[in-house]
């Protein structure tokens, strides 16, 4: 079987400055997989390349047997692929419902919508109480699952994540952590990527440790959990 | 002739030509955060695209039928020329520094003016515009000409199909999306070029009904009519809060209001009375742009909304 989303040799530079060195991994259907590292490790920068914000100087890119590079990133939402961005950036002055539509932006199906939204609602009750106020009156953490929601009504293949447990608090977390375990038992896809290691790699299947640009480590999610050298860098023990 | 009334009226009337201006520097500064100083042109080759159109009408076609097919006439002009500019002149620099689009703009202003002076005949002068024949009309105390009936109609027909389209429609959502944060509205799927493109359109055209508007009231159009409409239009939208539509329309509704209540009053207040008539209302209009801007640098209607909680 090939995989979902294959990456290949990729590099992104910023002017002179290359970002991302060349780095393969790949995600098969039905998987978590999680990119983990420190900041500036080229995570975001990654996550940024493949919906198609940023273009990549090298390398390849192929979602579901498709080459992306090249492709624009509205039309790549529309292939399967939908990106949470790091630090939520819901849409502030739009309502909670406006929001969940605008990530339905490229789909017909008026009856279909208003059930995924209706689904929205049901995954965060708390989103469903306020739909009616503008996104950026949420707290942090109502934030972050609105832009889950958000990318969810697009009907994904592939889920990414960026950085969904920045600035939250330990009991959102938890919360967010044990969303990412439903979509997964939902059947999506999810590439998730984590400052945040143990939480990530607890819940991922593979797992890939990037450092100034580069994976310089891969594994099953358990296998890194217990890795010595990821427990000194990452999990803060010495 | 220096009622109350009169007065309010003869701002209104202005404010709303203003105002309908205002909605394109409006709009396309709160997606790409440009000043499109050639805005005013698009007005003024709205004036002249509807006055051709008028004059390739058949004798004795009455004016009021004339009307629809010369906004029509306008609309096309301006909106083509605007989309033209986005298309060559502006999105070439998307992503260079502000100043370069904005020193762009203010070429392509020049540019356009000399075009029309240069090729549409006999520009070099005022070209006169059709007017309304007939008595003026009483309306709660002011007599309004009839030809300043045709924007005090069409202002809020426009606004109000502007607001139902930013607010319903799928391509408004994502208007307001790409205003609000542009890298994630393509993530979304949004198509940002097509909507900048669109929201060039949308203020072009509404320029253009301003334009017969202008026509219709001051019976004559000319090539260097853009500047300071669009110098006011532009001050519209800065007072009533950049970026916001009804915002644009409102500062040009209590711009045109202050400019007539100044030209009307400011003669009686005591030690003004030779700050007082038609010739000081510009200095008037700029000093109530400086006063809103030093109590409300956001504008009457700028909103700050923290993005983060």
Redesign the interface.
């Known amino acids: 079987m090939t995989a979902l989303l294959e990456v290949e040799d990729l590099r992104v530079a910023y002017g002179k400055i290359e970002a991302v060195k060349g780095i393969s991994f790949s995600v098969e259907a039905g998987q978590i997989v999680t990119l983990i590292g420190t900041n500036g490790a080229g995570k975001t920068t990654t996550l940024r390349t493949l919906?198609?914000?940023l273009k990549p100087v090298g390398g390849r890119i192929l979602f579901d047997g498709q080459p992306l590079t090249g492709v624009?990133?509205?039309?790549i939402?529309?292939l399967g692929l939908?990106?949470s961005?790091e630090?939520?950036?819901i849409?502030?002055?739009?309502t909670i419902t406006?929001n969940l539509?605008?990530?339905a932006?490229?789909r017909n199906d008026k009856a279909g919508i208003e059930k995924d939204v209706q689904r929205a609602y049901d995954l965060f009750p708390i989103l469903g109480e306020r739909r009616k106020q503008?996104a950026?009156?949420?707290?942090?953490g109502?934030?972050q699952m609105l832009a889950m929601g958000?990318a969810l009504m697009?009907q994904p293949k592939l889920l990414m994540l960026d950085e969904p447990s920045m600035g939250l608090s330990p009991i959102m977390m938890q919360k967010i952590m044990e969303t990412i375990v439903e979509l997964k038992a939902a059947g999506t896809t999810i590439l998730l990527v984590e400052q945040n290691a143990q939480a990530a790699l607890s819940l991922a299947d593979q797992g890939h440790v990037m450092e100034v640009g580069k994976v310089v480590l891969s594994g099953t999610g358990a296998d890194l959990l217990h890795d010595e050298s990821v427990r000194k860098a990452y999990l803060g023990e010495d | 002739m220096n009622e109350l009334p009169q007065q309010l009226a003869n701002g209104l009337i202005l404010g709303a030509m203003y105002g309908l201006i205002a909605i394109g520097y409006t709009m396309v500064y709160g997606i790409i955060q440009l000043i499109n100083f050639a805005h005013g042109e698009i007005f003024m080759i709205g004036g002249f695209g509807a006055l051709t159109v008028y004059l390739g009408l058949p004798s004795g076609f009455s004016l009021l039928a004339a009307i629809p097919l010369m906004i029509v006439g306008g609309v096309i002009c301006s909106v083509a020329v605007s989309v033209a500019a986005e298309r060559f002149a502006y999105r070439p620099l998307r992503g260079a520094p502000r100043l370069a689009p904005l020193i762009t703009a203010i070429g392509l202003s020049l540019a356009l003016q000399q075009a029309v002076w240069m090729w549409y005949p006999d520009a070099t002068k005022d070209r006169s515009f059709p007017q309304f024949k007939g008595e003026a009309i009483d309306l709660f105390g002011a007599s309004i000409q009839r030809g300043d009936l045709f924007v005090l109609v069409a202002a809020p027909v426009c606004m109000l199909a502007l607001g139902l389209f930013v607010s319903k429609t799928?391509a408004g959502?994502?208007m307001?999306?790409t205003s609000?944060?542009p890298?994630?509205?393509?993530?979304?799927?949004?198509?940002?070029d097509r909507i900048i493109v669109m929201a060039f359109a949308i203020g072009a055209a509404f320029a253009a009904v301003a334009a017969v508007a202008y026509g219709l009231k001051n019976g004559q159009i000319g090539f260097r009519m853009g500047f300071i409409m669009g110098l006011k239009a532009f001050t519209a939208a800065v007072l009533g809060g950049i970026g916001n539509i009804y915002g644009a329309m409102l500062g040009g509704v209590v711009l045109g209001v202050a400019e007539a209540l100044a030209t009307g009053y400011m003669s009686d207040v005591p030690g003004m009375e030779l700050f007082g008539g038609g010739a000081w209302k510009d200095v008037w209009a700029f000093a109530l742009l400086i006063l809103v801007l030093l109590i409300r640098p956001q504008g009457l209607l700028g909103?700050r909304?923290?993005?983060?909680?």
């Open positions: 919906s198609g914000l624009p990133a509205h039309k939402v529309s939908a990106h961005p630090g939520r950036h849409f502030p002055r739009l406006e539509l605008l990530g932006y490229l503008a950026g009156t949420l707290s942090g109502e934030q958000r697009s | 799928r959502r994502g307001q999306a609000q944060d890298d994630t509205a393509k993530l979304m799927g949004i198509n940002t909103e909304v923290a993005d983060r909680a």
